[in-house]
């Protein structure tokens, strides 16, 4: 059972990741049936005001006494820095060994890292910050792809909002559906999300690191309907198949079909965003020919059917 949570604040945290956690748990819903929760906002300074990442100060009323006991301890985003408190770090890993669940959100994650929590543990964090984070702690099973990873009494979220969705799964492995539905009510956000992190990411157009194939590759994005073939493309740049093959994996990193259809997946994304075509145009448009080809390689790719890609992120009136 979660009767008492413990939130670990240090300067410079981000107040949004902080409110989440603060909403789930801070907020007396036991009109609605919510259990209620004893909850603790701690730091190594109680009573003293705390910078945050937005300008603007917090108190945090309690001590670091109050993880001995508590049986949710959660770390808030946080600034990342080349060392953290060492008392914090040093409160969090008696709370974890004695049995407490650990929650992190997004780069709360480091502060978990940083304690040696996350040695051969499955996590994730923001995916801004993974490939620091994989650099800082390389034993940590990171996935980058998730809203939030449950290893145990371990449980980390992605970036920001994904915090909620990683708190209401808590409370539902915890407390039950009923529970976390009924904050989730209140909250006015789904009990569950679809998908992961992977729609939520900006992939650039990728380039040539060299100048022989770029005008190849120029060519193929302004033709995506065209069925591209490698001996098709290696007379375009004028080389042998087997040398085109070798030199378009040296400088792109990857084969012509994955490049192809990775931009593919990116004009479907362009097209879902920010008109109001049908799939099966979009499908057309995008090169992929068929509805059931889009969703395929969309899917895989993106994380989320293209349908609910659009739901989340269309801007046309």
């Not at 009573?47 to 300008?55: K, L």
């Not at 080349?82 to 040093?90: A, F, K, N, V």
């Not at 065209?226 to 042998?240: F, I, N």
């Not at 448009?285 to 993106?302: N, P």
């Amino acid at each position: 059972m979660l009767r008492k949570i413990a939130v670990v604040l240090m300067e410079d945290i981000a107040l949004f990741e902080f409110g989440v956690l603060a909403e789930v748990f801070g907020l007396d819903r036991t009109d609605d049936g919510v259990p209620p929760f004893d909850f603790k906002v701690c730091s190594t300074t109680p009573g003293v005001p705390m910078r945050t990442s937005s300008h603007s100060q917090v108190i945090a009323p309690y001590g670091l006494e109050e993880l001995e006991d508590a049986d949710l301890v959660a770390v808030p985003a946080t600034n990342w820095r080349h060392g953290y408190d060492e008392r914090i770090l040093d409160a969090l890993r008696k709370a974890e060994a004695r049995g407490a669940i650990m929650l992190s959100v997004c780069s709360g994650a480091f502060v978990l890292g940083a304690a040696g929590l996350l040695e051969g543990r499955g996590c994730t964090t923001h995916w801004r910050y993974v490939d620091r984070f994989m650099a800082e702690f390389p034993t940590a099973k990171i996935d980058p792809d998730v809203l939030f990873v449950d290893d145990g009494n371990i449980i980390t979220s992605a970036g920001t909002a994904a915090g909620i969705d990683a708190c209401l799964h808590l409370v539902r492995r915890e407390l039950g559906s009923a529970v976390a539905t009924r904050i989730a009510r209140r909250m006015v956000v789904p009990p569950q999300r679809d998908g992961g992190q992977r729609q939520y990411v900006e992939v650039p157009v990728p380039e040539c690191s060299a100048e022989s194939l770029q005008p190849v590759l120029n060519w193929m994005i302004d033709n995506l309907t065209t069925d591209h073939t490698v001996p098709a493309l290696a007379r375009r740049a004028q080389m042998s198949e087997r040398t085109f093959a070798r030199r378009f994996v040296a400088e792109t990193g990857t084969t012509p079909l994955k490049w192809v259809t990775t931009q593919r997946v990116l004009r479907a994304r362009t097209l879902l965003e920010q008109t109001r075509m049908g799939i099966e145009q979009i499908a057309g448009e995008s090169g992929f020919g068929t509805a059931a080809l889009l969703r395929h390689h969309f899917r895989r790719v993106v994380g989320v059917p293209p349908q609910d890609y659009r739901r989340t992120f269309q801007t046309a009136g």
